[in-house]
C-alpha cells in the first residue's frame, strides 16, 4: 500500500507540475515582462513536454511532405516522359505521309542494354511483320541504323553509333562546291558526334555543312539525312580529313522507329 500510495504521489506531483509549467508557458506568452527564474524552469519544462508530445507528429508530417514531394517529382517526370513517346509516336506517323515511294514498319523500341547503349536496340517487329537483315531503320530525326538480326517477333538494329569496325556507311556531304562521298566510320561518345573519315584534304568543307547517305554500295538508300559538320580535323600527314558530326536524332532517346523495308515498284 506505501508503495501504491508513493508511485500515486509521484504521478501527482508530476502532474501538478506539468499544468503549472503550461500555465507560464502560456502566461508568458501573452506578457512582455522578464520572467523569474522559477518561471524560466517551468517554461522550459512545458517545452520539452510539448516537444515530446508533437514530435511523432511532427515527423509524421514531415514524411508525409517529403512523400509527397517525391510523388510529384515521379509523376512530373513520368508526364514528361509520356509526352516525349507521344510526340515521337506521332512524328513516326507523319514520316510515314512522306516515305511514299516505300513500304514501311512502324515499331516500338523494347530493349536496350546499358552496357551497349550506343551499340544496338531491340524492336517489337520481325519476321513475320516482313523485316529482314540489313533493312534501314530512321526516325523523323534521320538515320539511326540497320538491323542485324532478326526473330520472329523482334529485330535487332546496329546504330551508327556503334564503333563496330564493319559498321560503315558511305556518306555524302553537300559542300559549297558540290557533293563528296566518305565513309561514316565511328561515334565520338565524349562529344557526341558521329565520325566520317576519308574526306579528301583539298575538299572545302564548313561547319553546318548537310551530310547524308549517298546510296553508294546499295545498303542504305540515298538522301537520309544525318546531320551536319560541327567539327573538322586533318590527320598529321595533310592527306585527308575526320568530321564530327552533329545528328539531330538524340540517340539517347528513340522509342519509336520506322522500318523502310523496300522500295514500291
Known amino acids: 500500500m506505501y ?10 506531483i508530476i ?18 515582462r522578464k520572467l523569474t527564474v522559477v518561471e ?18 511532427t515527423s509524421l508530417n514531415a514524411q508525409k511532405d517529403i512523400d509527397l514531394t517525391e ?41 536496350r542494354n546499358r552496357s551497349y547503349w550506343y551499340q544496338t536496340l531491340t524492336i517489337d517487329k520481325g519476321s513475320k511483320d516482313g523485316l529482314k537483315k540489313n533493312m534501314v531503320a530512321i526516325t523523323k530525326d534521320g538515320l539511326i541504323g540497320k538491323i542485324q538480326n532478326v526473330t520472329n517477333y523482334s529485330s535487332e538494329i546496329k546504330l551508327i553509333t556503334s564503333n563496330d569496325v564493319n559498321n560503315k556507311v558511305s556518306v555524302s556531304i553537300a559542300t559549297t562546291t558540290g557533293e563528296t562521298t566518305a565513309i561514316l566510320s565511328g561515334y565520338d561518345k565524349e562529344n557526341n ?22 546510296g553508294l554500295g546499295g545498303m542504305f538508300p540515298r538522301g537520309i539525312y544525318i546531320g551536319e559538320v560541327e567539327a573538322i580535323t586533318n590527320d598529321k600527314y595533310g592527306l585527308s580529313k575526320t568530321l564530327g558530326v552533329k545528328t539531330s536524332q538524340n540517340f539517347n532517346n528513340i522509342h519509336y522507329v520506322t522500318v523502310l523495308k523496300e522500295e514500291k515498284q
Open 15 to 32: 502532474i501538478i507540475v506539468i499544468v503549472i509549467a503550461f500555465f507560464v508557458l502560456f502566461y508568458s506568452l501573452s506578457s512582455n
Open 71 to 111: 510523388s510529384y517529382v515521379i509523376q512530373k517526370n513520368l508526364n514528361v516522359h509520356l509526352e516525349e513517346e507521344i510526340e515521337q509516336l506521332r512524328d513516326a506517323l507523319d514520316l510515314n505521309q512522306t516515305l511514299t515511294g516505300y513500304d514501311v514498319v512502324n515499331a516500338t523500341v523494347i530493349s
Open 193 to 214: 558526334l558521329v565520325l566520317i573519315s576519308g574526306v579528301d584534304s583539298q575538299v572545302e568543307i564548313n561547319k553546318g555543312d548537310v551530310v547524308t547517305t549517298s
Open 3 to 12: 508503495r501504491k500510495s508513493k508511485k500515486r504521489r509521484k504521478i501527482i
Open 40 to 57: 524560466s524552469f517551468f517554461k522550459d519544462a512545458a517545452t520539452i513536454v510539448m516537444k515530446g508530445v508533437m514530435l511523432p507528429f
